[in-house]
């Protein structure tokens, strides 16, 4: 830690007390600070009880300061200046690797939760009140507990990246109470009733369709892929890929490993 100076060099910041007290610096009021960030934003911060602990502060903060490269200095201003709703589009252009499903999802959040509520603010402003407002929002909108949980979760997202480049100095979910949200228990049909729901269908392409479900444990859009091809032995199905819900075309797998060998029904 460098030593505390008596004086502070020019462009180091300021310290006071906001008191009017008689004798400010034997009263019992803490000194806050002024510095500008590595970005040249102004910043304050207070609850410093002794001018050495506020000089030692502003002594971290001009050192920080001084070690941060131009470019660096230059990618901070500019995602701490750039809107929000402008962040998530800077964002989004940046993932190569999304799924259609992700990707689509994430644009429906932003829509319709985020950018409503939060795309006008600059990125450098999100603190974790910020977000505890934000959340306090959707509770009293009625918004589902699932919406609010992927909601917060994209959001955590954008903001760990925005702090990661600087843009944002400390922590924006710093004691934040993330929503919490537990899907329901699914509930697996009886022999009894899945023969029931073939008979009520009463079409062969469906049955088979209920048949791969229930007697190979495949998922909706991999029961609708079923493929003659990948029916590798008597009574084992390779699943390979699956037909996506939106687009209705088929899909590569998502959530489970490619080439996943299956026991036919029994």
Excluded: W
């Excluded at 985020?114 to 959707?138: A, H, K, Q, Y």
């Amino acid at each position: 830690m460098p030593s505390i100076p008596k004086q502070l060099a020019r462009g180091m910041g300021t310290f006071a007390k906001p008191c009017s007290c008689i004798q400010p610096t034997r009263c019992q009021h803490p000194y806050f600070i002024r510095y500008r960030d590595a970005a040249g934003k102004q910043r304050e911060e207070s609850g410093f009880r002794t001018q050495d602990a506020a000089k030692e502060r502003l002594v971290e903060l001009y050192a920080r300061k001084s070690n941060t490269p131009a470019s660096k200095a230059e990618l901070i201003r500019h995602y701490g200046q750039m809107r929000f709703e402008d962040f998530i589009g800077d964002y989004m252009g940046r993932q190569r690797r999304l799924a259609y499903g992700t990707a689509y999802e994430y644009e429906h959040l932003a829509r319709n939760h985020l950018i409503p509520e939060l795309g006008s603010r600059r990125v450098e402003t999100f603190s974790p009140m910020v977000v505890e407002n934000f959340l306090t929002t959707m509770d009293r909108l009625g918004t589902p507990d699932p919406t609010q949980f992927k909601a917060y979760g994209f959001l955590k997202t954008l903001l760990l990246d925005a702090h990661r480049k600087g843009a944002i100095s400390e922590h924006p979910l710093q004691d934040v109470d993330a929503p919490q949200y537990e899907a329901e228990r699914a509930i697996v049909p009886t022999k009894e009733q899945i023969a029931g729901i073939k008979m009520a269908a009463d079409h062969d392409r469906f049955s088979m369709f209920v048949d791969m479900m229930a007697g190979c444990g495949l998922r909706n859009g991999e029961a609708l892929a079923l493929n003659v091809n990948n029916i590798v032995a008597d009574d084992v199905y390779r699943v390979t890929e699956q037909v996506h819900y939106r687009t209705k075309k088929l899909e590569k797998l998502t959530h489970r490993a490619r080439n996943r060998i299956m026991s036919g029904p029994s």
